[in-house]
T-cell receptor, first 115, second 115 residues
Framework: EPEVTQTPSHQVTQMGQEVILRCVPI?????FYWYRQILGQKVEFLVS????????KSEIFDDQFSVERPDGSNFTLKIRSTKLEDSAMYFC?????????????FGNGTRLTVT | DQQVKQNSPSLSVQEGRISILNCDYT??????FLWYKKYPAEGPTFLIS?????DKNEDGRFTVFLNKSAKHLSLHIVPSQPGDSAVYFC??????????????FGKGTKLSVKP
């Protein structure tokens, strides 16, 4: 069964550094998402992306965050200057259509540790 | 802000018995509900969903019930198997404010199915 793949599985970075988290969504999917889960807390929505542009973003997704689909297969999340509170599990997801008839499929996540 | 609540952090069930996981929500604009299962070190895996126009949806051993008047949904697993042991997340969404892809997750319930 096709799956969403994320790399790396674990990223350690120093505060203030830039990080890029990478995702390869399922090939025929058109909608892409990033979610995150801080340890012990809920899974939280960050951003959705469709037709090469952001369709929605949460309050968490401030100017330090950006997303890009640089080619036909990859979908990246960049954090420009990481903060300690950015430490979390970051999940990429994709869906074939809008989620009320096409559920989100999640990757296994990237654990980001900011020291 | 807990729009989606899973009040039981854990549930233990004997193999072969029914598991009932509960979820409450506060936002009457939600019109689509999903259950995800998550194993350690993996991303959430879609299980089953229900639209607000229905009160029941069944898929094999999994049945989701929706009580709109009570703003409550539940996931029934019958019969429960040890492989069902995981964290179960309830999620909800709706087209309020142009939302799309913005799933609101509960905190999860850890299900343990004992042989």
């Amino acid at each position: 069964e096709p799956e969403v793949t994320q790399t790396p599985s674990h990223q350690v970075t120093q505060m203030g550094q830039e990080v890029i988290l990478r995702c390869v969504p399922i090939s025929n999917h058109l909608y892409f998402y990033w979610y995150r889960q801080i340890l012990g807390q809920k899974v939280e929505f960050l951003v959705s992306f469709y037709n090469n542009e952001i369709s929605e973003k949460s309050e968490i997704f401030d100017d330090q965050f950006s997303v890009e689909r640089p080619d036909g297969s990859n979908f990246t999340l960049k954090i420009r200057s990481t903060k300690l509170e950015d430490s979390a599990m970051y999940f990429c997801a994709s869906s074939e259509g809008t989620f009320n008839n096409s559920p989100l499929h999640f990757g296994n996540g990237t654990r980001l540790t900011v020291t | 802000d807990q729009q989606v609540k899973q009040n039981s952090p854990s549930l233990s069930v004997q193999e072969g018995r029914i598991s009932i996981l509960n979820c409450d929500y506060t936002n009457s604009m939600f019109d689509y509900f999903l259950w995800y299962k998550k194993y350690p070190a993996e991303g959430p895996t879609f299980l089953i969903s229900i639209s607000s126009i229905k009160d029941k949806n069944e898929d094999g051993r999994f049945t989701v019930f929706l009580n709109k008047s009570a703003k409550h949904l539940s996931l029934h697993i019958v019969p429960s198997q040890p492989g069902d042991s995981a964290v179960y997340f309830c999620a909800a969404s709706g087209y309020y404010g142009g939302s799309q892809g913005n799933l609101i997750f509960g905190k999860g319930t850890k299900l343990s199915v004992k042989p």
